[in-house]
């Protein structure tokens, strides 16, 4: 409670009462002045809560004021953000009533396979980076010439091999070579299938196990690997640039030889480049050895891991 004097006066101006109390929630006319005084100066009072209330009500309405403006800048900011994230760039494809260039680009590229009556190429301008790239879970082959679609490929050097004439005091040895290249598999084995030399009844021993050349014993094995005995011979595989290519642990060791038909010989783990293998080829023969022809057939079977 505020308590103040207040006088009322009747329609003629005489004084009713004074010293009562006034209500906060009231609002009244008061006059204010001396206690002799019959007139003076009416003016409007508001009590202070009412005052209070007023004020929070304009605060508030400030802070709001302010929390829209915040609001409003925020949408005004994501507007922009979606007109930005949504405008993009497009070019007609190049085209005439006869001819269309589908996906074309300014930059890097190449042709996979480009042919003539005479002649087959293969191309490729500003790429970056060519060839494969690895890890031991992953690996990409890149450049301008890549395609996805798999592939492996074989050859043999020479279809015939000639050991000439065997001799019970020097070993006999001569060299094949094969290559294999596969791509977007996952590797591949080699197989050797076969005899070994043979004339009519008499059948040279083959090495079952790995071993060294021992000259005057019936001896025929292979390995794929460069050698220094019994003479210089042979050579390590070549796996080029991009080649993942290996030996077979049973083929792999210099100067010992071996022959099982069946046996995987070479493989790749993975997907790989060009390599080319030489096959080394030993034999050995006791004095007492027929003579004639001896021949030997020998299949290479290739086949690729998926």
């Given at each position: 409670m505020l308590s103040v004097t207040r006088r009322y006066y009747n329609a003629k101006g005489y004084y009713l009462q004074q010293n009562s109390s006034l209500a906060q929630s009231e609002r009244q006319r008061v006059v204010f002045g001396g206690a002799n005084r019959t007139t003076g100066p009416a003016i409007e009072y508001t009590p202070p809560r009412v005052l209070i209330a007023?004020?929070?009500?304009?605060?508030?309405?400030?802070?709001?004021?302010?929390?829209?403006v915040g609001y409003f800048g925020?949408?005004?900011?994501?507007?922009?953000?979606?007109?930005?994230?949504?405008?993009?760039?497009?070019?007609?494809?190049?085209?005439?009533?006869?001819?269309?260039?589908?996906?074309?680009?300014?930059?890097?590229?190449?042709?996979i396979q480009s042919s003539s009556a005479n002649f087959q190429g293969r191309e490729t301008v500003g790429d970056v980076a060519v060839g494969n790239a690895n890890s031991s879970n992953?690996?990409?082959?890149?450049?301008?010439t890549t395609t996805h679609d798999p592939s492996l490929s074989f050859s043999v050097g020479s279809g015939s091999i000639n050991f000439g004439n065997f001799s019970?005091?020097?070993?006999?040895?001569t060299t094949s070579t094969f290559t294999v290249l596969n791509y977007t598999s996952h590797g591949y084995v080699v197989q050797m299938f076969g005899t070994p030399p043979t004339n009519g009844s008499t059948t040279i021993d083959p090495m079952t196990t790995a071993g060294p050349s021992t000259v005057g014993v019936s001896q025929f094995g292979i390995n794929l690997v460069a050698n220094t005995s019994p003479v210089s011979v042979g050579s390590n595989l070549n796996n080029g640039q991009f080649g993942f290519?290996?030996?077979a642990p049973n083929y792999s060791t210099p100067n010992q030889y071996r022959y099982v038909s069946?046996?995987?010989?070479?493989?790749?783990?993975?997907?790989?480049?060009l390599t080319t293998y030489t096959i080394t080829y030993l034999v050995n023969v006791p004095a007492l050895t027929p003579g004639?022809?001896?021949?030997?057939?020998q299949t290479l079977i290739v086949t690729g891991t998926y």
């Open positions: 007023k004020l929070s009500a304009i605060l508030d309405n400030k802070v709001m004021l302010k929390r829209l925020a949408l005004v900011v994501l507007a922009v953000s979606v007109a930005l994230s949504s405008s993009y760039v497009s070019a007609e494809e190049p085209q005439s009533p006869n001819y269309k260039f589908s996906e074309s680009t300014l930059g890097a590229g190449g042709l992953y690996q990409i082959n890149a450049g301008g019970a005091t020097n070993p006999t040895v290519g290996q030996v069946g046996d995987t010989i070479a493989l790749a783990p993975k997907s790989s480049g004639g022809k001896y021949t030997s057939d």
